[in-house]
């Protein structure tokens, strides 16, 4: 299909271009009809009246990048045609029609209204619009250059962590480039428009003088004819000069001023003038308030005040119909959602751990009320992580408008394990041994410990500490409670996504070890039993090489996790030692040796793991066990219980849901290099 005529005129648009050039400057030396010089200015009007519609519609200065050297050849162009016209005007008395209109029919033949006009054109353009755009493109150019760095550091990070392709990365560099050129170029190119005023000044001046010498002198005319039929036409001219000099001024203004915008002008203006119906609606009562004062014109402020007053009415209403046509979307989007099998899943999905905490209470976890809450969140996890090696889930802390104003929940796997009540601009007062004086406070229970303590006023816990008293703030009293339910409860939070996070972890650095042992001798979910078997009881798994090994080396013999865990307790002896020790010696009670036989006969179950007794005997054993715990703790010692290591672990199943804080040792838990001291013993006849 063979190309229209204006379809080839495009493939040599370049051509074009330097042929325009080198007519606007042979346009200032040869003569131009007045007719052809009529359509020039016309084509003047209709490019400026072009170039300013463009830059109203675009949404991004680059998308003008040509508009420095197209205000550069405008002003040229507009610069010939003054020429141009000058030379008809003093050669002829006469430049087309054109000029003619303007200075009869825009200033009504008067040219001293002419001059006037013209001269606050040229005012406005030179000194506001000229001026202020002059002054931005400055200000744009020198910023722009300032950022360019950090905006390449930008492009930097996001190539580098993978946000962006290298092709992205270049294309967003040139454009860095081509804005600090177009903002550079833009600096230069407001001299133009500058310039142009100044000898449009300049020009009217001289066409006036020049007229003036021209028809008194050479046509024999009066000085007032020539004055009057001289200055129409310069004045004219003057018109059709500065008329699409403002427009291209403007436009110049307008491109400058568009470095935040998102859409084109008239977008930007509506969207963002006409936003606030309440605004509108005040501007319509101030009009008619206007409208009401005595001496001012009624109708057009009345007018004014009742179209503001409909705008605002009809922006409102429209803002409502469309946020409840966005609400029934997005209802009818989520009714549909809820039909989808998959939208229950969310549901399904709970928090390992989380606090909920009354509404009394979030000043503790607000940072800008002073709450440090998260803070000290953030290190119990730490903490943990160093005591028993293993990492605690992230615990979420959400309010809950059903709790007491001061009460908070601790949950696991939305489970409550424990909660409390907290004052929070209060200290909790607890007696750690005989005080001196008793301090008057609200009494309330430890809830960590259930240790009886009074809620004291800030002024009082330096005297509270005088006399005594062990004295915390309200974070303190919930950040200790969460430790020891974690502590208490943490071979439940070890999974066998855990368990597989630390072996991988180990593997790193000893994948001899977790290779032989995984999947070969043990399975995941064994590995994961011997450990939550050492949680529950306290002993720390951070030592997860030994642990690992000893459990290669006995494996093959057994795969039961409680037999695993004995012979794992027995290579971490140390270590068990060491947490129970006071200056190396342990304070231990003892069975009666009697006693020990007696219980040994009665073991039973696969592995002999279980202690069968009376229920009698069975309630004096620990009762007489749970008195000389009572003893020890009163001389501030924890001691623990001593026994063989095939009694141990039936003993601690006997004992943990009464005494859940006795601690069961055997002897070959119990390191070399530590000392045993025995604050009692369990004895037959006690039992008898």
Request: contains cysteine; hydrophobic residues 50%; charged residues 20%.
């Amino acid at each position: 299909m063979a190309a229209q005529p204006w379809q080839r005129w495009f493939h040599h648009t370049d051509i074009l271009v330097v042929a325009a050039v080198v007519l606007i400057i042979v346009m200032m030396v040869i003569p131009l009809p007045p007719i052809l010089l009529d359509i020039l200015l016309a084509t003047n009007i209709c490019a400026a009246l072009l170039i300013l519609l463009l830059t109203m519609n675009v949404t991004e200065p680059l998308e003008f990048s040509i508009f420095p050297s197209l205000l550069l050849l405008a002003t040229l162009f507009r610069l010939a045609l003054n020429v141009s016209s000058t030379r008809l005007i003093l050669l002829h008395g006469h430049a087309g029609k054109v000029i003619d209109a303007f200075g009869q029919f825009v200033v009504g033949g008067n040219y001293v209204v002419g001059f006037v006009i013209f001269f606050i054109l040229v005012i406005v353009q030179f000194v506001v619009i000229t001026k202020g755009a002059e002054r931005v493109a400055e200000v744009a150019a020198r910023f722009t250059l300032d950022a360019m760095p950090g905006k390449q550091m930008s492009i930097d990070a996001d190539l580098n962590a993978g946000l962006i392709n290298d092709a992205e990365a270049r294309q967003r560099r040139r454009d860095i480039e081509r804005e600090a050129d177009f903002y550079g170029a833009m600096d230069g190119a407001s001299k133009f428009v500058k310039g142009d005023a100044i000898a449009g000044i300049i020009i009217l001046l001289i066409d006036i003088l020049g007229g003036i010498v021209i028809g008194v002198v050479q046509k024999n005319m009066t000085l007032q004819g020539a004055l009057q039929h001289y200055c129409l036409l310069t004045v004219g001219d003057g018109l059709v000069s500065q008329i699409p000099a403002l427009l291209i001024s403007t436009a110049t203004g307008i491109i400058i001023t568009r470095a935040a915008s998102e859409a084109n002008l008239g977008q930007d203006l509506t969207g963002q003038l006409f936003r606030q119906p309440r605004v509108l609606a005040s501007s319509a009562g101030v009009l008619l308030f206007f409208a009401l004062v005595p001496g001012l014109p009624t109708l057009p402020f009345l007018l004014l005040a009742a179209g503001m007053g409909s705008l605002a009415y009809g922006i409102d209403r429209a803002q409502r119909i469309q946020e409840e046509k966005s609400y029934a979307a997005q209802r009818a989007a989520q009714v549909e959602e809820g039909k989808k099998p998959t939208s229950v899943l969310p549901l399904l999905q709970m928090d390992m751990m989380e606090i909920e905490i009354g509404y009394g209470l979030i000043p503790l976890v607000d940072v800008e009320q002073g709450g440090d809450l998260l803070e000290r969140v953030t290190m119990i996890r730490r903490q943990c992580a160093l005591e028993l090696g293993i990492v605690i889930p992230a615990i979420r802390i959400r309010d809950n408008m059903q709790l007491s104003p001061n009460t908070y929940c601790i949950k696991i796997k939305g489970v409550e394990m424990g909660s409390g009540e907290l004052m929070c601009r209060y200290y909790l007062a607890m007696k750690a041994g005989p005080v001196s004086e008793e301090i008057p406070g609200i009494a309330t229970t430890e809830p960590a410990f259930g240790l009886p303590a009074l809620w004291i006023t800030e002024d009082k816990r330096e005297q509270a500490e005088w006399a005594g008293y062990t004295v915390v703030d309200a974070p303190s009293v919930l950040a200790t409670h969460l430790t020891e339910i974690i502590k208490s409860h943490a071979h439940e939070l070890l999974g066998r996504q855990e368990v597989k996070t630390l072996l991988d972890a180990l593997r790193e650095q000893y994948s001899a070890v977790v290779e032989e042992l995984v999947p070969d001798l043990l399975t995941l979910g064994e590995i994961q039993k011997v450990l939550q078997n050492l949680l529950r009881e306290g002993v720390s798994i951070r030592n997860l090489v030994t642990i690992l090994e000893t459990l290669a080396d006995n494996a093959r013999h057994t795969r039961d996790p409680e037999v695993l865990t004995e012979q794992v307790r027995q290579s971490l002896a140390r270590q068990i030692s060491s947490q129970y020790a006071v200056d190396g010696v342990i304070p231990v009670i003892t069975l009666e040796p009697r006693l020990e036989e007696e219980l040994l006969e009665r073991l039973e179950g696969e592995g002999a793991t279980h202690l069968v007794l009376e229920p009698h005997r069975a309630q004096g054993l620990i009762e007489q066990l749970a008195s000389l715990l009572e003893k020890a703790a009163a001389q501030g010692v924890q001691a623990v219980c001593l026994c063989s290591s095939r009694l141990r672990l039936p003993l601690r199943k006997l004992t943990e849901r009464v005494l859940p804080r006795l601690t069961v040792l055997a002897y070959s838990e119990i390191a070399h290099e530590f000392e045993v001291q025995s604050f009692g013993m369990v004895n037959v006849s006690h039992e008898g």
